[in-house]
């Protein structure tokens, strides 16, 4: 009997030492932690391959107003795209007397004719290359461009001296001091005389240096500055022939009517601007060949 009871009892003794150990907790081996400093390396972003995205808008000197994305490739590089110069930002309105320059259509009388000049358009991609991983510093090489090199359009509304049957057809003769024709030109089909600044090479690389990023990691609203020169390769005054579809450019025509010219909107004179033109040396010469760039612009990071 004594020992039948003790066999009982060792049994019971095995049964809860058994359900002790299930219910005991179990203890896993958990890496140490990492000390904060690592901790909070670990956790900040980097640029790599198109991870980020940035939008920015600025001001541009000779170029206007822009609007630009940008990306990074990697630490060290990061490319821009954008469009600048928005037409209605900068224009430029005066009434011209255009038989004072030369100009004549059939008797006609153009004592009065509103004349506009505006900042034509132009896109530019450009890649940001910065020496430094952890700086905001960086050198920028790439390129302007614009349609047929166009800087500045110029338009002469002849609308109400012409009629529409004339639009595009009947020609504007411009004529020197002598009297000697040195063009002739029409007005497109609304009625106006067309003209401009053109750069000799419609693609105007670009290099530069500069501060800040388009898609900042550390800040999601940042500043940047650029400075830099675009190569135009020379510039000239033109007027578009629309009847026979070709551009005729009058820095000859003109420079004997520079002493009647007002001054120009811009800077100097344009007596100034036409001389220098007819000899390449406009705005001094480098200006001529080279245009300066000076962007503040604030971006901000959308991812």
Known sequence: MKKTILMISAAVLAFGVSLRAQEAPQVVNQPAEAPAGQQEEQKVPEYKYFNHLGIGIGGVLFDGPSIS??????????????YAALKPFWKYSQVVDLGELGASIAGRDL???NCEAFLTSSYYGIADI???????????????????????NLSA???????TDEYANLAVTIKNDAGTEQLKVTSDEEGFLRAGLRANNAIRPYFGLGWGRGANIKHRVSVSFDLGLEY?????LYATNFK???DGFVTSALLD????LDDAPI????????DQMAEGKFLGGFFNKFWPVMKFGINVRLF
């Open 244 to 246: 026979n579809g070709e």
């Open 157 to 163: 509304d002849l609308s109400k001296v012409l009629t």
């Open 69 to 82: 994305i940008s990306a990074p490739i990697s630490p060290y590089v990061q490319i821009r795209v954008g």
């Open 267 to 274: 800077v100097g004179t344009q007596e100034d601007i036409v």
């Open 130 to 152: 910065y020496p430094f991983k952890k700086r905001a510093f960086h050198l920028s090489v790439g390129a302007y461009g614009s349609s047929n090199g166009d800087i500045v």
């Open 232 to 236: 135009a390769g020379g510039v000239k």
């Open 257 to 260: 009517h520079k002493d009647k």
């Open 111 to 113: 004592s009065n004719i």
